[in-house]
């Protein structure tokens, strides 16, 4: 694997008896790359990244993610990614500061380190006055910037965000987006899904997912100029219109 392909996809494919979810696809993600992973719901985005996180065994091809092999190494992967789902980021019952510990417990973190990373936290993200709240009570932009940063505690090499601005307010989107561009501008990796075409902007590189086949893949103003489009929304639509 090349020093600086952290993601490398050849031909991966995904089948559920006769459907092909996911029709060999074939990319590679750079470090400190923002890498858009686009497709409306059901053109398989999901599964495919289910295949590179480790929690769903391809049927065929090749992958390699953070020098690992998806199909061998599946645990590794997960140890050195973060990973952060739309619905499920965070444990509602418990308070911020217990689901930064649960959290560095699961990533294998010392109680030391659990600690140190803790404060730093919640001082970077202005929670020392709900640090003991449930997470529960709290707005849905707050959740989505303590579930990305928990994601980032053990210093993945790199972090999957699955829909992570699905429902929030434009501003804490903004406010979001501004916390991935500070962790790639530190060397991480982010693979990201949205459904937000205008997102699809903030990316360095963008790949559009259509029926299982990775249609287009390009940087936005690329993909622009290859499809006399004004905006992402515009290339988006006229893929899928075929």
Not at 35 to 51: E, I, Q, R, V, Y
Not at 173 to 200: L, P
């Amino acid at each position: 694997m090349s020093n600086n392909k952290v993601i490398e996809v050849e031909g991966l494919t995904k089948m559920f008896g006769d459907f092909i979810a996911v029709n060999a696809i074939t990319f590679n993600v750079e470090k400190g790359e923002i890498f858009g992973f686009l497709g409306a719901n059901g053109a398989g985005k999901t599964t495919a990244m289910k295949m590179l996180i480790g929690i769903s065994n391809p049927t065929s091809g090749a992958a390699n993610v953070a020098g690992f092999d998806v199909f061998t190494n599946a645990e590794d992967i997960k140890k050195n990614i973060g990973y952060m789902s739309q619905k499920f980021a965070l444990y509602d019952d418990l308070t911020v500061k217990e689901n930064i510990t649960f959290f560095g417990g699961i990533y294998g973190l010392s109680r030391k380190k659990i600690k140190e990373k803790s404060t730093i936290l919640i001082e970077e993200l202005g929670l020392q006055n709900v640090s003991n709240q449930l997470v529960g009570s709290l707005p849905l932009g707050w959740k989505q910037k303590i579930a990305f940063s928990v994601a980032l505690l053990h210093n993945p090499k790199i972090v999957f965000l699955d829909e992570p601005t699905g429902g929030v307010d434009p501003i804490t989107r903004r406010q979001f987006w501004e916390m991935i561009y500070k962790a790639a501008n530190q060397g991480t990796t982010i693979f990201v899904t949205t459904h937000y075409m205008d997102e699809a902007e903030y990316c360095d590189r963008v790949s559009i997912m259509v029926n299982g086949k990775i249609e287009a893949l390009n940087t936005p103003k690329k993909l622009k100029e290859q499809f006399k489009a004004k905006s992402m929304n515009d290339v988006f639509l006229k893929l899928a219109r075929g």
